[in-house]
């Protein structure tokens, strides 16, 4: 079984720039989820999708950033004029309905 | 609201030694999964256990043994003759059974383990 992926696994960028991270979930994986974690913290809900409808988003994801799952596949998070704090590890996770999530890599992001 | 305190920050301890991690949660929910993940210097969050709020047996997986009680809310992870391998940071999580979306994580234990 392949994983969850995540491209790419680290970016830097300058402050005011558009980012865009993509995730691959688990194949026969239905729901996908975006967690964000700083350092020293555990990780914290961004958004989440049941196959191409995202139902639910946490108040952290401001109006800067922007999640898609277009044909309930892969996903992309996109974060416009970033901020030196989204300095962050972007991770991704899926799940076969409520079953347990199975997390990628992340990617982690520096914004100079 | 949901919450969940890893109260030890750091532990170092020397290989062989068995070492216990904490996790006390707080939830309104009736139902819910609890969960340890591990998270070794690569970043990749590994799944290790999930337990429903309706089983308290504890559950031993090789080196690896869960207690879970309710009535402290407390879901303690124990490693029996730690190995250099074991070191990492360990989060607890907590998502409730009615919608099961987002996983609430503690702070995390980074576990050091030395020759």
């Known amino acids: 079984d392949t994983g969850v992926s995540q491209d790419p696994r680290h970016k830097i960028t300058k402050r005011g720039q558009n980012v865009t991270f993509r995730c691959d979930p688990i194949?026969?994986?239905?729901?996908l989820y975006w967690y964000r974690q700083t350092l020293g913290q555990g990780p914290e809900f961004l958004t989440y999708?049941?196959?191409?409808?995202?139902?639910?988003k946490s108040r952290l994801l401001s109006d800067r950033f922007s999640a898609e799952r277009p044909k309930g596949s892969f996903s992309t998070l996109e974060i416009q004029r970033t901020e030196q704090g989204d300095s962050a590890m972007y991770l991704c996770?899926?799940?076969?309905?409520?079953?347990?999530?199975?997390f990628g890599p992340g990617t982690r992001l520096t914004v100079l | 609201a949901q919450k969940v305190t890893q109260a030890q920050t750091e532990i170092s301890v020397v290989e062989k030694e068995d070492v216990t991690l904490d996790c006390v949660y707080e939830?309104?929910?009736?139902?819910?999964?609890l969960f340890w993940y591990k998270q070794p210097p690569s970043g990749e969050l590994v799944f290790l256990i999930r337990?429903?709020?309706?089983?308290?047996q504890n559950e031993i997986s090789g080196r690896y043994s869960w207690n879970f009680q309710k009535s402290t809310s407390s879901f303690n992870f124990t490693i029996t003759a730690s190995q250099v391998v074991d070191s990492a940071v360990y989060f607890c999580?907590?998502?409730?059974?009615?919608?099961?979306?987002?996983?609430?994580f503690g702070t995390g234990t980074r576990l050091q383990v030395t020759l």
């Open positions: 996770a899926s799940s076969f309905f409520a079953d347990t999530q199975y």
């Open positions: 194949s026969e994986h239905n729901r």
């Open positions: 999708f049941q196959n191409e409808a995202q139902l639910e």
């Open positions: 939830t309104r929910d009736t139902t819910y999964y």
């Open positions: 337990r429903n709020s309706f089983d308290e």
């Open positions: 999580a907590l998502i409730n059974t009615g919608t099961a979306s987002k996983l609430t």
